[in-house]
């Protein structure tokens, strides 16, 4: 390791909740080097981003104090700075970098002023210099045509370029080290790829040391030189990143590298293929040149009426009794959109959909009342897609109540067994969400999806939110729900990894269409689609010698795209 630039010793936060203290950073210590980049990796509730608002005094709450341990920077104690002199060292010497851009870029000020209020406040430069900087600087993370974009507000860029301008708010006040905390997990893999090589290029370019936060191994494989790993708010392994991937030396490491999606058969997550019907009757579900299209709020033709834009366009699909399909694509591939038209909660614009063998464009009423009770929905959050005044028990009786399947006197009995398909404890049922996990929560809806006894489950993006040991579990959970209920399973994702490891054949989905559909094994191993190439070289690897993107150029991308 290089010079040390952050010395951090036997750091200890503590929090003061009901009258208990409880413990959630334990005597952490590590050095961050100059120009390094280190990765924090750990489960949620591990201790990751506590670590991070520690070193700066961002604590969540006044009940929450650091109690012991000491952060060196620059010969001072950030520990025992006041508030004026710790507010210094905040996006001066110290900038962070969030998960979710939309929550901390102001939605009514102008992408540029916010990047030129930094400039202005930690380095007193006039309005004139700050905003010339600061278009350089949107140069730098990857605008286009910063000059013009500097007047854009948040809501005008995509998920990929609000994360860029968060990068910029971060670098505009010229910090020595970076705090990056899950800045990639709620992007598409493609645009996840380049979020990473910019920061690696930013690395380089300006001599940054950065602190990686991330539960995923393949991210910090592909890009960080040391690994710190954490569970419980103590340090349990860290080393140079091959020593770590190569010989971990942990039981918790090893369990996160066997959960990885992107790892080779002998993984965790083999890819075990439930045999498909060879000549099924019928198939289950039948979409015949479907196409959705939804009006442009604020266009409008010359001569009067709404611009449509085809969310869904001219897609076919047959999927038969049994079988897993996995569609996948970026954010606005019309993913979503599609399962929405299959479950009758998004109007047709043109084409046919059969479930079944009725037409939900020409028997839409007899169609809807077999989706209702025999397709269910999981969704991406888990915490959203569940009533928080309910019990997980009521929410589950509810819709036995509705489907009107099972004796009201055997409800309370079903809804046990539900709780014991899903692996819930039966106390669970007088639970609430929020004294839930995440992945508990996830598997209360798949509880719930199953409560109407379905022929189809869609999971949309049902996983993308979870840590890689928890969808592990879950992916592991449907591989056997599928195979004891014979259900027919729509797995929507942008991650081709977990795609690979659960379904039997995958539907590329870019801009409304379908660009390549065929066997995993087929489209994994030959992609014929530029888009599927580059989605498959995005996954990112626990192998650290496999270069970014598979050495795909990540700047190719995009033009790769509209070939």
Do not use: W
């Not at 950073?25 to 981003?49: T, Y």
């Amino acid at each position: 390791m290089s010079e040390p630039i952050l010395s951090i010793r036997d750091l200890t936060v503590n929090a003061l909740l009901d009258g208990e203290t409880r413990t959630l950073i334990d005597a952490v210590s590590f050095d961050l080097g100059r120009g390094e980049i280190l990765g924090l990796v750990g489960e949620s509730g591990s201790g990751k981003s506590m670590i991070c608002r520690a070193l700066v005094q961002l604590l969540p709450s006044k009940a929450i104090t650091i109690t012991g341990g000491s952060v060196m920077l620059g010969g001072r104690d950030l520990t025992m700075l006041d508030e004026d002199a710790i507010r210094k060292v905040r996006g001066a010497e110290i900038g962070m970098v969030f998960q979710n851009p939309t929550s901390h870029l102001d939605p009514v000020m102008r992408i540029g002023d916010q990047i030129a209020e930094g400039i202005r406040y930690h380095q007193r430069k006039s309005r004139s210099d700050a905003k010339a900087m600061a278009i350089d600087i949107l140069a730098q993370v990857g605008f286009p045509d910063p000059q013009r974009q500097y007047d854009n507000y948040p809501h005008e860029f995509s998920g990929g370029m609000r994360q860029r301008a968060m990068i910029a708010v971060a670098l505009s006040c010229n910090p020595e080290i970076l705090i990056a905390d899950e800045p990639t997990t709620a992007l598409d893999v493609t645009i996840q790829a380049q979020i990473l090589k910019l920061l690696m290029d930013l690395r380089d370019a300006r001599g940054l040391s950065i602190i990686l936060i991330t539960h995923d191994l393949g991210i910090v494989a592909q890009t960080c030189d040391r690994i710190a790993v954490l569970r419980h708010g103590q340090l349990l392994e860290l080393g140079d990143k091959r020593q770590v991937l190569g010989a971990p030396q942990h039981p918790y490491t090893v369990s996160l590298l066997k959960s990885h999606p992107s790892m080779p058969e002998e993984g965790v997550l083999p890819s075990i293929k439930t045999a498909v019907p060879v000549s099924p009757a019928l198939p289950l579900l039948e979409i015949d040149d479907l196409v959705v299209r939804f009006p442009t709020p604020g266009l409008s033709l010359f001569k009067g009426g709404k611009v449509h834009v085809a969310a869904v366009n001219g897609v076919s699909l047959r999927v038969i009794p049994g079988e897993t399909v996995g569609i996948v694509g970026e954010s606005g591939s019309g993913k979503s959109t599609l399962a929405r038209a299959i479950l009758g909660l998004t109007p047709l614009s043109s084409g046919h959909i059969s479930f079944d063998g009725l037409d939900l464009a020409q028997q839409r009423r007899q169609a809807l009342a077999k989706i209702r009770t025999q397709a269910a929905m999981v969704f991406q959050d888990p915490y959203n897609a569940l009533n928080p005044r309910m019990s997980i028990g009521a929410m589950l009786a509810e819709v036995l109540a509705v489907q009107n399947k099972v004796p009201a006197d055997r409800i309370p009995a079903r809804v046990h067994e539900l709780l014991d398909l899903v692996g819930l404890e039966r106390e669970f049922a007088t639970r609430r969400p929020q004294s839930m996990s995440g992945g508990q929560c996830q598997r209360a809806g798949i509880a719930r999806a199953l409560a109407v006894d379905p022929k189809l489950i869609i999971a949309d993006e049902c996983v993308a939110a979870l840590d890689v040991t928890i969808q592990a579990q879950i992916i592991d959970l449907f591989r056997d729900l599928k195979s004891a209920m014979n259900l027919t399973l729509l797995f929507i994702a942008h991650d081709l990894a977990i795609v690979r490891n659960l379904c039997d054949r995958v539907v590329v989905m870019y801009r409304g269409q379908i660009v390549e559909e065929g066997r995993c094994e087929d489209v994994f191993a030959r992609p014929q689609h530029a888009y599927t190439a580059a989605l498959i070289a995005a996954i990112p690897d626990i192998d650290p010698d496999k270069p970014l993107m598979g050495g795909l150029s990540v700047e190719a991308v995009p033009h790769l795209l509209t070939a």
